[in-house]
T-cell receptor
Framework: DTEVTQTPKHLVMGMTNKKSLKCEQH?????MYWYKQKAKKPPELMFV???????INESVPSRFSPECPNSSLLNLHLHALQPEDSALYLC?????????????FGDGTRLSIL | GIQVEQSPPDLILQEGANSTLRCNFS?????LQWFHQNPWGQLINLFY???GTKQNGRLSATTVATERYSLLYISSSQTTDSGVYFC??????????FGTGTRLKVLA
């Protein structure tokens, strides 16, 4: 069983909708990550939180808005997405250590934009 | 930034065969991970291997950081080994750079 839990597993939304992806871990990790993965491509880093503070934003469009309300929870708020945003969204966590610790991934949310 | 190349890009094996997957990277790194992404999209951490050799059952990995490569060995392959194998060297400040992957299919 994965120790990083992502919900929902699947999400279909229209371009005008607002939705949120949720990620939870209870391993005591203090670094959390969002990745985006398109079909047949490797995962690409979007955001990194360290001790609940945003450390890295890889020039992600503002229609994606991350939030880390506490050390166990990471959200990704979605608004006015485009069809090209359809992808697998993966959350990961790691022990703090400037990110050089092994990352543990959730099972992902498959997002489809109509 | 660091460049990561994996070979071969695609691999088809009969069940029971052995294989070696290679990961070359363009700059020195302090850490490296190997992942298996199964057909359902789950990304599973196989090894965290900055240098040396580690073994876990039928899988083993070797990283030679000074020569900028890592190898993943799969012995006695099974159909459940099918999927995509990614190496991800650590490039600094929270960033693991994923290679393009090796897509493995094991036939029964």
């Amino acid at each position: 069983d994965t120790e990083v839990t992502q919900t929902p597993k699947h999400l279909v939304m229209g371009m005008t909708n607002k939705k949120s992806l949720k990620c939870e871990q209870h391993m005591g990790h203090r670094a959390m990550y969002w990745y985006k993965q398109k079909a047949k491509k490797p995962p690409e880093l979007m955001f990194v939180y360290s001790y609940e503070k945003l450390s890295i934003n890889e020039s992600v469009p503002s229609r994606f808005s991350p939030e880390c309300p506490n050390s166990s929870l990471l959200n990704l708020h979605l608004h006015a997405l485009q069809p090209e945003d359809s992808a697998l969204y993966l959350c990961a966590s790691s022990q703090e250590g400037q990110g050089s610790q092994p990352q543990h991934f959730g099972d992902g949310t498959r997002l489809s934009i109509l | 930034g660091i460049q990561v190349e994996q070979s071969p890009p695609d691999l088809i094996l009969q069940e029971g065969a052995n294989s070696t997957l290679r990961c070359n990277f363009s700059d020195s790194v302090n850490n490296l991970q190997w992942f298996h992404q199964n057909p359902w999209g789950q990304l599973i951490n196989l090894f965290y291997i900055p240098s040396g050799t580690k073994q876990n059952g039928r899988l083993s990995a070797t990283t030679v950081a000074t020569e900028r490569y890592s190898l993943l060995y799969i012995s006695s392959s099974q159909t459940t080994d099918s999927g995509v194998y990614f190496c991800a060297p650590y490039s600094g400040t929270y960033k693991y750079i994923f290679g393009t992957g090796t897509r493995l299919k094991v036939l029964a």
